[in-house]
Structure formats: C-alpha cells, structure tokens
C-alpha cells in the first residue's frame, strides 16, 4: 500500500513538472486581424476573361462610297462600289505590376483595313485608299487602383499613330492622336461594379470630351452585362464559365492622315467613326486559349475628309460620304487572364 501510495505521489509530480514547463502564449501580440485593410478586385463573377493577346481578322460585305469630288480643283463628284473592307487586329495587354493594392498594364495594338474599290480609276483619294492600308498602331498603359473594398479608380491613355503609311517618315505629329479616360467607382458586390467618369476618345472619328459610364453587372449564374457607355455595352449570357453569348454594340474609330499627291490639299485627315452592333460569342479552346466570332451591321457613323487637323467646322471639310452600311463578321484567337 505504502509502494502504490509513493508511485501515485512520483506520477502527480512528474505531471504537474510537465504542466509547469508547458509555453503559455500571448495572443494579443499577434495583432487584430480585423485592422487588416482589405481591397477590391476588378472582376465581377463570371465575367468575360481579360484578353492578354489578342489576334483576328474583320470582313465587311459590299457597300456604296458616295459624292467622292474627282479632284480638288473641280466640284463634280463621283460614287465607287467597295467590294469589301478586310482587316487585321491584333492587340498586346501585358501586366507590369499586379497587386491586391495595384494593377498596372502596358499595351499595344494594330488594325490594318484594306478598302477593295471595284474601279478607282483616276481619282486621287479613291486610288490611295484602294492601294494602301488605312493603319491605325499605338501603345496604352491602364491602372485599376482599388482604393478599399468598395471604391476604385481606373485610369487609361493611349498614343496612336494613324494613316495611310508607306514609309516610318511618313509618320509625324498630325498623324498621332491622343485618348485617354478617368473613372471613379463603386464596387457593392462581387456581381456588380459601377463607376463613373470622362473620357476624351476620337472612337466616333472626330475628337469629343465625353462622361463614362462603367457597369459590370452579374444578375445570377446566366445572365449579366458588361458597359463602357457610349464606347460598348453588352449583355452577356453564359452557357457555362466557359462558354459565354453577348449581345450589343461598339462604337470604334478614329482620325487618319492622307497624303494626295498632286493635290493642293497635300495631306487630308479621314474622320472614320463605325457604330457596329453585333452578336459575339466567346468559348474556351483548351487552357487559356479562347476563341471569339462575331457578326453584325457595320453602320456609317461618320466619314468626314477635313482639310486640317482636329478640324470640326464644315468650311474645313474637304468633304463628307454617306457610305453604306453592310454586315461585318470577325473572328480571333484570345490567350486571356487566369
């Protein structure tokens, strides 16, 4: 009994010994993890993915290309049949920095069209525009700045070079155009986003100062919207996450400089604004590699030859023509964000 009662006193002080040596840790030096700030993210769920590179091909179908002048010395004017406009996009979106705290992207684009004139003849204009490529290439750079977890700013500029180019020293400072836009937003969950803000664009052919509206919307697991107002808006219907419809519109262009030889005019400025709805349909090809087709109506926003450039007065334009309006088809291969 003596021998039980000496083992039970040897094994209570071993444990409490262990007890004592036992580390006791103060949480408080961990800090608060509700002080942590928080930033929102420039998705809303199921969205379109981002496209990092971007490459297609554009058709239109034929169309009318009237009241062209025959020359700048006399008034009489002639109409051209365009068998078809084709061209060629491709578009570069690398992030630089990307952060919960920062996104910054560099970019770069081109899109080549080729007007196919059934018979130019002698007109000057005509036969520059059926024998060149109406060029438009630039670089941009984007921030998304998340401010915290509901409020952001997105910030983008671009420099394009545009015209009629044989030659790099055809390239000058009226050939350039400058864009950029500003907006400020709001993100109330992760299946909305909207914002607010201005944008100075040459989109409609001719340079304009215009408020943005900006509104990623995810209504459920089917239906959403993704707007750019008035550049883009669309109205998307997802299949899957990775079969995606959209139904809308894009307004694109922009200001090019021709050279007329043997023109008093020397060089004209081509304001070529498209309003162009459309069908589009986006699916997943394996991995990041997507593919994007799309048809709609090309339709003539403006196509106004000015004499000057930036000019927006009529006693500036060389002349206006009310080009007719044919379907278009595009397609491309995407590599996108994750």
Not at 88 to 114: C, D, E, F, H, M
Not at 321 to 329: A, E, V, Y
Request: aromatic share 12%; glycine share 8%; with cysteine.
């Amino acid at each position: 009994m003596q021998k039980i009662l000496i083992a039970c006193l040897l094994s209570i002080s071993t444990i409490g010994m262990a007890q004592d040596t036992t580390e006791v840790f103060d949480y408080s030096k961990f800090g608060d993890a509700q002080g942590v700030k928080r930033y929102c993210t420039q998705k809303v769920a199921n969205q379109t993915p981002q496209r990092i590179i971007h490459l297609g091909y554009e058709s239109t179908g034929s169309f009318q290309m009237p009241g062209v002048p025959l020359s700048s010395m006399l008034p009489a004017m002639q109409d051209f049949s365009v068998n078809r406009v084709s061209a060629i996009r491709a578009q570069v979106n690398i992030p630089v920095v990307s952060t919960n705290k920062i996104i910054w992207q560099l970019g770069a684009n081109y899109w080549g069209s080729n007007f196919n004139l059934e018979n130019p003849g002698t007109n000057l204009f005509a036969k520059e525009l059926n024998n060149n490529s109406m060029t438009s290439a630039g670089i941009n750079s984007t921030i998304f700045k998340p401010l915290n977890e509901k409020n952001f700013l997105i910030l983008q500029a671009s420099i394009d070079a545009n015209g009629f180019f044989k030659s790099m020293s055809d390239i000058n400072g009226k050939s350039l155009t400058l864009s950029a836009t500003a907006i400020y937003g709001w993100k109330t969950s992760e299946k909305n986003m909207i914002g607010t803000g201005i944008a100075r664009t040459y989109r409609a052919g001719q340079l304009i100062h215009v408020p943005v509206l900006f509104w990623n919307k995810t209504f459920n697991d089917k239906w959403g919207m993704e707007l750019l107002l008035p550049a883009k808006g669309h109205l998307r219907y997802n299949f899957s996450t990775s079969n995606m419809l959209q139904a809308g519109f894009e307004l694109e262009g922009n200001q090019f400089s021709m050279r007329l030889p043997n023109s008093q005019n020397g060089t004209v400025f081509i304001q070529r604004g498209e309003f162009k709805p459309r069908i589009m349909w986006d699916k997943k090809i394996s991995g990041f590699i997507w593919f994007n087709v799309q048809a709609g109506l090309r339709y003539n926003y403006r196509f106004d030859v000015m004499n000057q450039y930036d000019a927006k007065k009529d006693n500036q334009r060389y002349f206006a023509s009310k080009l007719g309006n044919p379907m278009f088809f595009n397609f491309s291969l995407n590599f996108v964000s994750p």
